[in-house]
T-cell receptor, first 114, second 114 residues
C-alpha cells in the first residue's frame, strides 16, 4: 500500500508570493492533517480535513488555508509569503481522524522563502 | 489545554546501552499518546501508541513505553541502542474531542556512539 505522498519535496519562493502544496493520503484514509515544522517552534498543527470539511484548525493566520477533494487528496495554500514561513510542511492521514488512530506522515515539503 | 514536555533536547548513549527518552503530558481528559521517530529529510514514523488497555506498550525496532497516569508520563525505552537508532524522537498527545489533532513535544535528538 502506498504511503502518504507529498509534492513537491522542495520549493523556493520569494516574499509576497503564494504557494500550493499537495498531499495524497493513504488509500482509504479520509482524514488529512497538516503540520508546520521549524527549528524554533517545533511541530505545530495547522488544520485537519475530513470528508472535504475543515474539522480542526490551529493557531495560524488566515494566510494559511487548505482544502480537501472528494478523493481525500488535500492541498494547502499560503499567500503573501513571509520569511518566517520557511519550514518543513508535513501532511498526515488517518482512516477517520479519530483521536485514537495513528497519523501516517509523508516526507514533507521543504519550503524556503528568499 | 493539552501539552507535552520532553526532558532533554539531546541524549547521547553508547551502542548497546539503555535508551531512555522522557515524556510528560498534561491533559484534563484521558489522553492518547504516541511516539514518533524522524530520520533526516524524512517524515515521522510511528513507533508505538497508547490508547487504552495495557499500560506497557511495545513498538517497532525494540522500543517500548509505559503509560503512568499517576506520574503523567510516557517514557520511551529500548534495552540496547543500535547505531541505526540515531534520530529525532517526538512524543505526542491527542484527546478524544479533537479529532486527529496531535500536540507534539519539542523532540529529543538521540545520538549513538560506537
Amino acid at each position: 500500500k502506498a504511503g502518504v505522498t507529498q509534492t513537491p519535496r522542495y520549493l523556493i519562493k520569494t516574499r509576497g508570493q503564494q504557494v500550493t502544496l499537495s498531499c495524497s493520503p493513504i488509500s482509504g484514509h479520509r482524514s488529512v492533517s497538516w503540520y508546520q515544522q521549524t527549528p524554533g517552534q517545533g511541530l505545530q498543527f495547522l488544520f485537519e480535513y475530513f470528508s472535504e470539511t475543515q474539522r480542526n484548525k490551529g493557531n495560524f493566520p488566515g494566510r494559511f488555508s487548505g482544502r480537501q477533494f472528494s478523493n481525500s487528496r488535500s492541498e494547502m495554500n499560503v499567500s503573501t509569503l513571509e520569511l518566517g514561513d520557511s519550514a518543513l510542511y508535513l501532511c498526515a492521514s488517518s482512516l477517520a481522524g479519530q483521536s485514537n488512530q495513528p497519523q501516517h506522515f509523508g516526507d514533507g515539503t521543504r519550503l524556503s522563502i528568499l | 489545554a493539552q501539552s507535552v514536555t520532553q526532558l532533554g533536547s539531546h541524549v547521547s548513549v553508547s551502542e548497546g546501552a539503555l535508551v531512555l527518552l522522557r515524556c510528560n503530558y498534561s491533559s484534563s481528559v484521558p489522553p492518547y499518546l504516541f511516539w514518533y521517530v524522524q530520520y533526516p529529510n524524512q517524515g515521522l514514523q510511528l513507533l508505538l501508541k497508547y490508547t487504552t488497555g495495557a499500560t506497557l506498550v511495545k513498538g517497532i525496532n525494540g522500543f517500548e513505553a509505559e503509560f503512568k497516569k499517576s506520574e503523567t508520563s510516557f517514557h520511551l525505552t529500548k534495552p540496547s541502542a543500535h547505531m541505526s537508532d540515531a534520530a529525532e524522537y517526538f512524543c505526542a498527545v491527542s484527546v478524544s474531542n479533537q479529532g486527529g489533532k496531535l500536540i507534539f513535544g519539542q523532540g529529543t535528538e538521540l545520538s549513538v556512539k560506537p
